[in-house]
């Protein structure tokens, strides 16, 4: 009986061996290199873009050459400044300076940055001001909603609408390029005090506003960042 269960014992033994010499065979052996088990569970990790972008959404046209500008300046500006205006005379120099310089784009990108900068200036959100202003203006800035705090207050603003942007005055200031534009905007802005009751504006109506902001970037820096220098209400 015992010899009977060694025999298929063996037999057993040696198909089990088999076996693993025939897996091993297949599968290969661990180099160390192998990919982690795949996490059903775990969140994917954000693609990583191409290229940084600017901190203010004033795009660059790298693909812009001074030739293209001097062949045809007035097609490039049709639409955003009159010919032989000085504002058109003004963006030609730019582009002539700065070939990457596309007032199209820039006119696209600042009214993004308009409408970036009044919300977080009402919301007190100093670090997404700091890279988009000029130093004395992000003081300014800081100092408005340092006493705004100082109070109790607060803003709440709700955007409805740019209805228009016109850049009104382009010029190179030394090495300073300089674009002002003029933009007209709805918005619906209230101001509370600490215990909530409204002090300034309107929770529901929809106000009116014009502002004239001029941005500015030095030409012969490598940074292709546009930051905002002045700020004007136009009655």
Do not use: C
């Amino acid at each position: 009986m015992h010899e009977f269960l060694d025999v298929y014992t063996l037999v057993f033994l040696a198909l089990a061996i088999f076996v693993i010499f025939r897996l091993r065979a297949v599968l290969g052996q661990r180099t160390g290199h192998e990919k982690p088990p795949f996490d059903p569970f775990q969140r994917p990790e954000p693609p990583k873009p191409e290229q940084p972008s600017n901190v203010i959404p004033l795009p660059q046209a790298a693909q812009r050459t001074a030739p293209e500008v001097a062949a045809d300046p007035a097609a490039i500006l049709k639409g955003i400044a009159q010919p032989g205006s000085p504002v058109a005379q003004g963006l030609t120099q730019l582009m002539a300076t700065d070939s990457s310089f596309d007032p199209r784009q820039f006119v696209s990108g600042a009214r993004a940055a308009y409408e970036m900068i009044v919300l977080a200036f009402a919301r007190g959100d100093r670090k997404a001001l700091k890279d988009l202003l000029s130093k004395e203006v992000f003081d300014n800035f800081v100092a408005a909603i340092a006493g705004r705090e100082q109070r109790g207050e607060t803003v709440e603003t709700t955007f409805v609408s740019i209805d228009r942007s016109e850049v009104v005055e382009a010029e190179l200031k030394g090495n300073s390029m300089q674009v002002t534009v003029k933009f007209a905007s709805k918005l619906i802005t209230a101001t509370r005090n600490a215990s909530g009751a409204l002090i300034e504006g309107s929770a529901e109506r929809i106000a009116d506003l014009v502002d004239v902001w001029t941005f500015a970037r030095d030409a012969n820096s490598r940074d292709p960042n546009w930051r905002l220098i002045s700020t004007e209400a136009d009655e």
